[in-house]
């Protein structure tokens, strides 16, 4: 295949799920969201890994918002957006995450002028303002009414791109598709600095320190040090891979929006009583390393 064969092929490069996805990074993941909101059912499994079927998928984008970890790439398609006023059309209504990514961009109002959207498109902004007014921000408005056609077009990918924001021509015809893919900047937690999205929670009595979390987190929301083990649940976006691999099942993630919090627990050296050699807890009276607890229960059984 010739340069020019390739370039052509590129500016039209479908969907496809990348190897960041949690049930690539562990057999034991249970995430399905790209699964659940697929309403063309051009998503299947396969080996306990998600396929898109290219021949039902319509690059709809929904996918690519529901997926926690950004590991569905692809292209959004075009938003309609006029004077900080978005333009809702048939095709299909804008995702929480999005709504809650243009709201950062500066759009407050919301317009459509197709009734039969009007129930769906207003379970979607209540939903949406619930969100926004947990986050001590303002909300959207909805109107519907006709407007005068003087439009700026933004892409989904523009969108997402604050620092861009008066720019309205992103040569789309004439660069390769993988190159303009903004899977990465679908993570909400990064234009909310401030507040964090989930609650992650740890039984110390059952946490081992095995590090199985800290080494598969894809958002670094677990931290290992000299003295402590911390959690830091901002960036977390709910993925539960850490629910899911954790081997004493001393995880849980809760979906929960609060202010910024970081969780400290101490570590404590010791000496096993048994096998004599030193190890790490999280529970001062420990007095067996893991390897012995576990071969004296397994020998009582």
């Not at 010739?2 to 049930?23: F, I, N, P």
């Not at 209540?126 to 909300?139: D, K, M, Y």
């Not at 009595?205 to 929301?221: G, N, P, R, S, V």
Request: charged share 25%.
């Amino acid at each position: 295949m010739g340069l020019l064969d390739k370039w052509v092929e590129s500016l039209d490069y479908q969907y496809e799920v990348l190897a960041s996805c949690t049930r690539y990074k562990s057999p034991r993941s249970t995430c399905q969201r790209c699964l659940e909101v697929c309403e063309h059912n051009a998503i299947t499994f396969e080996n306990n890994h998600p396929l898109i079927e290219r021949d039902k998928c319509i690059e709809c984008g929904n996918c690519i918002a529901a997926c926690p970890v950004q590991a569905v790439a692809g292209i959004f398609p075009k938003r309609t957006v006029i004077q900080n006023k978005l333009l809702i059309s048939t095709d299909s209504l804008p995702t929480v995450k999005e709504m809650l990514i243009l709201f950062k961009k500066g759009v407050r109002e919301i317009i459509y002028e197709d009734s039969s959207l009007t129930g769906t498109l207003k379970e979607r902004v209540e939903e949406v303002n619930l969100i926004l007014n947990q986050l001590g921000e303002e909300t959207f408005f909805v109107l519907n009414n006709a407007f005068e056609k003087t439009e700026e077009v933004y892409s989904r990918r523009e969108i997402f791109s604050l620092w861009k924001r008066e720019s309205q021509s992103f040569m789309k015809q004439v660069t390769p598709a993988n190159w303009r893919f903004n899977h990465k900047q679908l993570d909400v937690t990064k234009f909310y600095p401030s507040y964090q999205f989930t609650n992650i929670s740890l039984n110390p009595d059952k946490c081992t320190l095995c590090k199985a979390c800290e080494l598969l987190c894809e958002k670094k929301c677990f931290s290992k040090l000299e003295t402590t083990f911390s959690i830091a649940a901002q960036s977390c976006s709910s993925c539960r891979l850490c629910e899911d691999i954790c081997p004493e099942n001393a995880i849980r993630v809760e979906e929960h929006i609060s202010a910024v919090k970081e969780i400290h627990y101490p570590i404590y050296k010791k000496q096993c009583s048994i096998c004599r050699e030193q190890f790490e807890t999280l529970r001062e009276h420990e007095e067996q390393c893991v390897s012995c607890t576990k071969r004296k229960g397994f020998l009582s059984f």
